[in-house]
């Protein structure tokens, strides 16, 4: 497993991200206990996010090989995705989802990666909607073992308009 450490020193937030982006991946930075440590869901705070909350989510990580289950879901991400999948398992609520790109990214960062993406969606979203811009970070309660995604994930719509 990777050390929270060498995640924290390579990742950079990408210049022409929509600051959505940024402002999570800052306030993760800050309730981070010290700097080579992940922050766990305990520092979190969603009230500090209030422009976030709608397209916020927190997915479970359990097991090895770990295995992925929405523990909460924005009402921006919901509507969107046209359902509220909160307390499902992802390889249950997405056909395939052990054989896609996003199964690789969250085993990514219950490896303690960081991973943002800017590509069309794997999974059903309102058709409008042709590109999802996401940044997934590692929390760990013991701030090493990651137990936790917090991710937050924006939709493009065919005319270039972010949601």
């Known amino acids: 497993m990777q050390q929270p450490g060498d995640t924290l020193r390579r990742f950079v937030v ?7 982006i940024r402002r999570l991946y800052d306030y993760w930075r800050s309730i981070q206990p010290a700097q080579d440590r992940l922050p766990g869901r305990q520092h979190l705070e969603p009230l500090d996010l209030p422009e976030l909350l709608q397209w916020l989510l927190l997915v479970d990580v359990v097991g090895e090989p770990p295995r992925f289950r929405y523990r909460l879901i924005g009402t921006g991400q919901a509507r969107v995705m046209e359902c509220d999948l909160t307390g499902r398992w992802l390889d249950e609520a997405y056909d395939h989802f052990r054989d896609k790109r996003d199964h ?24 409008s909607h042709v590109l999802m811009e996401r940044l997934l970070l590692p929390l760990a309660r013991d ?13 493009i719509r065919s005319d270039g308009t972010t949601v």
């Open 104 to 127: 690789a990214e969250f085993v990514a960062v219950a490896g303690g990666q960081i991973r943002y993406s800017r590509c069309p969606p794997e999974y059903r979203v309102e058709r």
């Open 14 to 20: 990408p210049p022409a991200c929509d600051g959505r």
């Open 143 to 155: 701030s090493v073992s990651v137990d936790m995604v917090l991710g937050i994930a924006l939709y």
